[in-house]
């Protein structure tokens, strides 16, 4: 277990709808990074937090967006579903930022989309 | 866009055979790091090693890096029933958000 947890596990949403996925980054953890993993494929970077404020942005469309809390924690909102966006997500914390930071993930979010 | 290609997609091997896989990246790197994932489950940290290493080991695990080539392999030796799973490369960025491989899915048979 990394200390990472995500909620909820499973999700089914209808095309259209929005959707709030919510991650409790290890403790003393300020960064945390968001993927998005289809069947079959590696993880693709949706966005980083670090302290609060956002720190880069991977190929995804406005209607991916995000918080982070100032415990840490984080959210991800996809609005407008459409069936393209069932996936894995993933939420990752880590230390600190910097490249050689080890990455700690959730079990992730498997959420699809009818 | 991924940054790095594993190879082989996938590998079936007996328990107790060793298990090597291989990981290409297309710019320079900071470090490079392997992680495993379970069955569609989050991915667990197995090792880092940095630009200026050519070798690590961590048990049963050795990765070695070669700048020149832009790859790296992982080697598990002595496999197990327990390590089947698929196995992910990822490098940092200049914004140090980690860019991912297509990961090889290692079967072990007992």
């Known amino acids: 277990e990394t200390g990472v947890t995500q909620s909820p596990t499973h999700l089914i949403k209808t095309r259209g709808q929005q959707v709030t996925l919510r991650c409790s980054s290890q403790?003393?953890?300020?960064?945390v990074s968001w993927y998005q993993q289809a069947l079959g494929q590696g993880p693709q970077f949706i966005f980083q937090y670090y302290r609060e404020e956002e720190n880069g942005r991977g190929n995804f469309p406005p209607r991916f967006s995000g918080l982070q809390f100032p415990n840490y924690s984080s959210e991800l909102n996809v609005n407008a579903l459409e069936l393209d966006d069932s996936a894995l997500y993933l939420c990752?914390?880590?230390?600190?930022?910097?490249?050689?930071?080890?990455?700690?993930f959730g079990q992730g979010t498997r959420l699809t989309v009818v | 866009s991924q940054q790095g290609e594993e190879d082989p997609q996938a590998l079936s091997i007996q328990e107790g055979e060793n298990a090597t896989m291989n990981c290409s990246y297309k710019t320079s790197i900071n470090n490079l790091q392997w992680y495993r994932q379970n069955s569609g489950r989050g991915l667990v940290h197995l090792i880092l090693i940095r630009s200026n290493e050519r070798e690590k080991h961590s048990g049963r695990l050795r990765v070695t890096l070669d700048t020149s080539k832009k790859s790296s392999s992982l080697l598990i030796t002595a496999s197990r029933a327990a390590d089947t799973a698929s196995y992910f490369c990822a490098t940092a960025d200049s914004n140090y958000q980690l860019i991912w491989g297509a990961g090889t899915k290692l079967i072990i048979k007992p």
């Open positions: 990752a914390s880590s230390l600190e930022l910097g490249r050689d930071t080890e990455a700690f």
């Open positions: 403790s003393g953890h300020n960064t």
